[in-house]
């Protein structure tokens, strides 16, 4: 299998090649974007049942030994982010096919989008710090295009923000890559988590600022996470919701991987949970301001980048299990919602609260699909999302960090608060009109609450959430063996350098 | 580490903040040119600078170190890359508005008060439409 670890960045890579050649001949180009993004979703999981019984494996591309190669690996916290990247982005694609808009205007949506797939899934992949630069660089490339497929006025503006924010983050990256080669001569993940301890304390936590700066401007920590909800709700929708869903955590993945890694302790870090807290309270309290679904949940998602560095924060077996958890549920819940909120433009025909209404009439599948993932979302019991919340704050009392944990408990109320907002205002209130407005160029909702391409994949996550729910014991248990991992690295170190 | 190389990374860092504070976006896309280059100037101090990397036999100390040239010289690509990109943004915006000024976020006013009409639905609308002139054809 080990061999096979480079499968989920070429496969993509290629498919987005044949893609451009049959740019023409749309159904072809559509059947090679669904076939590369199967493909990928079935390995990822066969991937993910070996390393959880196997343990870590790991290759090196072009069999250069160890800390010179480049080092693919695969832990669980890695499967368990392959396998959620594949599912969304397979579902996303289903949905864009299905959505009159982005992937039928434009030819090249669907290549663009395979090497979103491909740096996505090499990101979680990597094993080394520069390889990890350009997999995000890859992925960030890609996200560019995507943001501002159709180039309107507003594509253009957000898409300035989020290209400058980007490329300056990437900047940072070099520099802090360039400064770590030069204090242990080494960029290999593995060979540094044994030479970055050797370093004098203040190098250490220089590089450990300097990393949580970089990666915390892309996952949108507090107070690096402003260019967030404003550039992607201008994005189309399907867009959006694979960016919601995934990019933000693939920051999060980078830094709980660098901390777990370079920077162990064994106490909970106050910087990391400070962070944790504002950007909740921040994310949270923005979202309240909103008068555009689109953008409420933006925010939140700022909102729960908060809660998974709080897990992270208290570096313990719980604190992290509760992050992955977290992160697994919401992944899939905020992909959910932000496909529903493409539903509720398409027929209500706005993302204003105040343009649409009474959906809970006109739409009533629209309604259910999109309570279910919010409930989850906010932590009502017994939704996945409530047992995420519950293991995060257990464990925050087991480490006694009381006022983060107060913070985090106030943050949920707040969310359910801007929940209803969306809810009262799309789903019960009628739908007003102002003046200046022009009419909603809206569709027939139908029996089903929109296209069948659109309706299927958006009921089909929030099944998976469904499924969270059901098999949150297991699923648990398996976060909390990724935990493990993440908190020992002897296993990851052992099967990079042998 | 030279010193001559540290300071021009620092200069050139200096340089490439002061420029990406601006407004314009056309001096934004030059300060990050130069922030990179900032960057690689620290990157390259890294391997024994002025050395040559592979000619010839001898001892490890009279080569230079290769690998941090490898990694910027992919770096130099990406920025390349990126740089071009920015620049058609620039443009366009330019082709939009008459200017390449980044703007302010008009919907954080616009929660105050005000309103705007759905652009993404437009996008939509200018799908249906040509479907369905493709369909008449």
């Keep these: ?498 | 580490m030279n010193v001559t190389l540290a300071a021009t990374a620092a200069l050139l860092f200096g340089f490439g903040t002061y420029l990406v504070l601006q407004r314009k976006l056309s001096r934004i896309v030059i300060g990050l040119g130069i922030l990179a280059h900032g960057g690689n100037v620290l990157f390259l101090a890294s391997g024994r600078p002025g050395l040559p990397p592979f000619v010839g036999t001898g001892s490890r100390r009279e080569f230079s170190d290769p690998l941090p040239e490898a990694l910027i010289l992919t770096a130099i690509v990406i920025s390349f890359a990126v740089t071009i990109f920015l620049l058609a943004l620039a443009y366009r915006s330019w082709v939009l508005t008459g200017d390449d000024e980044v703007e302010d976020d008009i919907e954080d006013r616009r929660v105050a008060a005000g309103l705007r009409t759905d652009e993404e639905v437009g996008d939509e609308a200018t799908a249906i439409s040509e479907s369905i002139v493709e369909d008449e054809r």
Excluded at chain 1, 316 to 339: D, E, M, P, R, S
Aim: proline fraction near 5%.
């Design chain 1, 1 to 498: 299998m080990s061999d096979w670890l480079v499968l989920p960045i070429l496969l993509p890579i290629i498919g987005a090649g044949l893609s451009i050649i049959t740019g023409r001949v749309r159904w072809l180009q559509r059947l090679i974007g669904l076939s590369v993004l199967t493909v990928m979703m079935v390995f990822s999981v066969l991937l993910l049942v070996e390393v959880d019984r196997d343990g870590t494996i790991a290759t090196q591309v072009g069999a250069w030994p160890a800390p010179i190669g480049i080092t693919l690996i695969a832990d669980r916290f890695a499967a368990i982010m392959l396998v959620l990247a594949c599912l969304m982005l397979l579902t996303v694609l289903v949905y864009a096919i299905g959505q009159p808009g982005a992937e039928r205007n434009h030819v090249g949506f669907q290549s663009v989008y395979l090497i979103l797939a491909g740096g996505l899934c090499a990101t979680f992949l990597t094993g080394d710090l520069f390889t990890l630069f350009v997999s995000f660089e890859v992925m960030l490339t890609a996200s560019y295009v995507l943001l501002t497929l159709g180039a309107r006025r507003a594509q253009v503006r957000a898409g300035m923000t989020y290209v400058v924010i980007s490329l300056l983050s990437s900047t940072l990256f070099v520099t802090a890559i360039a400064l770590v080669y030069t204090a242990t001569g080494t960029l290999n993940l593995a060979d540094l988590s044994g030479k970055v301890g050797d370093l004098p304390g203040g190098v250490r936590m220089a590089f450990s600022v300097l990393f949580l700066i970089v990666f915390g401007i892309k996952a949108g920590l507090f107070p690096l996470f402003f260019w967030l909800p404003d550039s992607y709700p201008t994005a189309p929708s399907p867009v959006t919701a694979v960016f919601a869903g995934l990019l933000t955590k693939v920051g999060v993945y980078a830094i709980i991987r660098v901390e777990t890694l370079l920077f162990p302790t064994s106490r909970p870090t106050t910087l990391l949970l400070v962070l944790a807290g504002l950007t909740m309270l921040v994310g949270v309290l923005g979202s309240i301001a909103q008068d555009d679904f689109k953008r409420i949940l933006s925010f939140l998602i700022v909102s729960s980048i908060g809660f998974v560095v709080m897990g992270l924060g208290f570096f313990t077996v719980a604190g992290i299990a509760a992050a992955i958890f977290y992160v697994v549920n919401h992944i899939v819940v905020k992909t959910a919602l932000f496909l529903t909120g493409g539903l509720v433009e398409h027929v209500g025909g706005s993302s204003l609260l105040l343009g649409v209404g009474n959906m809970v009439r006109t739409a009533p599948v629209l309604a259910v699909l999109f309570a279910i993932p919010a409930l989850s979302l906010t932590g009502v019991p017994p939704f996945a999302g409530f047992v995420a919340k519950f293991a995060l704050v257990d464990s925050g009392f087991g480490t006694g960090e009381y006022i983060v944990v107060g913070v985090s408990l106030l943050v949920s109320l707040l969310t359910v608060f801007s929940m209803t907002k969306i809810w009262s205002g799309v789903f019960w209130s009628p739908a007003e009109r102002v003046d200046d407005m022009p009419p909603a160029a809206g569709h027939h909702a139908g029996r089903i609450g929109g296209p069948v391409l659109m309706v299927v994949p958006t009921a089909a996550l929030v099944a998976v959430s469904v499924a969270i729910m059901v098999l949150a014991g297991p699923l648990f248990a398996l976060s909390e063996r990724a935990a493990r991992d993440l908190l020992d690295p002897s296993n990851y170190v052992q099967a990079v350098l042998g």
